[in-house]
């Protein structure tokens, strides 16, 4: 079966997006991500270096864009203006790549999305030619919003970043996949593959994680499980699960021609 990932499109084979951050250093990033089957890598351009800060370590001797599509994101701004200008930045140093993650955080407490400062660097961003995914609120309404001002992928936050708390409104993320005609992936609260299982079991296009896969105990044999979860998740959503039933239990085998019967 073909079910690729369509994102701006491009077509990617991996569901599952992985973050840069919070690993000891960068071959434990590299060998994660190898572990992952990630073919989208996000890379924070005020935390990472990845060409700005000469003399330092450099991310893409570990994670090359000709293996990996890079995607730029704009953790730790708080405004539109800062996230514009650091995914322009991010756009001269990666040679005018223009997939780019927007967020605008609210407060460095519970990094909530601040969402009227995203909706205005989301329109400003697509004006210059940027192909925007976007973290957002679990909210339809804003996501809708989003998708309209030209967004190519809308990223609900499952619960905080960097929580581990699963999904808390599956309800919330069922009408914002229902109304898109653009991906939507969740962002943000997975803690473990069961987590990431779920979301793609509601219809989610992918997940995208960091925390959970880096500061598992192990966190290359995480990231392998985050795999076959997103892997899994997918699979049951195409298959259909069976109706629910409150009563009526139903056997497994037939019940004609039983001894006795």
């Given amino acids: 079966m073909n079910d690729a990932l369509v994102i701006a499109g491009k077509t990617y084979a991996s569901r599952l997006l992985v973050g840069t951050g919070k690993y000891k250093d960068f071959d434990e990033t590299r060998t994660a991500i190898d572990a992952s089957g990630a073919d989208i890598v996000t890379v924070a351009i005020r ?12 991310l893409l001797d570990f994670l090359p864009p000709d293996r990996f ?10 405004t539109a ?16 790549h223009t997939l780019v993650k927007l967020e605008v955080l609210g407060d460095p407490d519970t990094l909530f999305p601040n969402m009227p400062e995203t909706l205005k660097a989301a329109e ?17 309404i804003q ?18 970043i960097g929580s581990g708390m699963g999904i808390l409104n599956p309800w919330n993320l069922r009408l914002i996949i229902e109304q898109s005609r653009v991906p939507v ?3 943000a609260g997975v803690g473990t593959a069961s987590d990431a299982a779920i979301a793609m079991e509601l219809g989610c296009d992918g ?20 795999k076959k979860g997103v892997e899994a998740g997918r699979d049951a959503f195409l ?7 409150t009563y009526a239990a139903s056997p497994s085998s037939p019940t004609g021609g039983l001894i006795g019967g």
């Fill in 207 to 226: 997940v995208l994680m960091n925390t959970a896969i880096a500061k598992a105990q192990n966190p290359i044999l995480m990231a392998s499980a985050m």
């Fill in 69 to 78: 599509t890079l995607l730029p994101n704009t953790a730790g701004c708080y």
């Fill in 81 to 96: 203006d800062d996230a514009v200008r650091t995914l322009r930045l991010a756009r001269e140093l990666l040679d005018g």
């Fill in 143 to 160: 996501a809708k919003m989003l998708e309209d001002i030209g967004c190519v992928a809308v990223m609900p936050l499952a619960s905080l």
């Fill in 185 to 187: 992936l969740v962002d």
């Fill in 47 to 58: 935390r990472t270096n990845i060409g700005q800060n000469a003399g330092e370590p450099n």
């Fill in 239 to 245: 298959a259909g699960r069976m109706p629910r039933k």
């Fill in 124 to 140: 400003t961003l697509v004006k210059e030619g940027f192909d925007v995914m976007v973290y957002c609120s679990d909210d339809p």
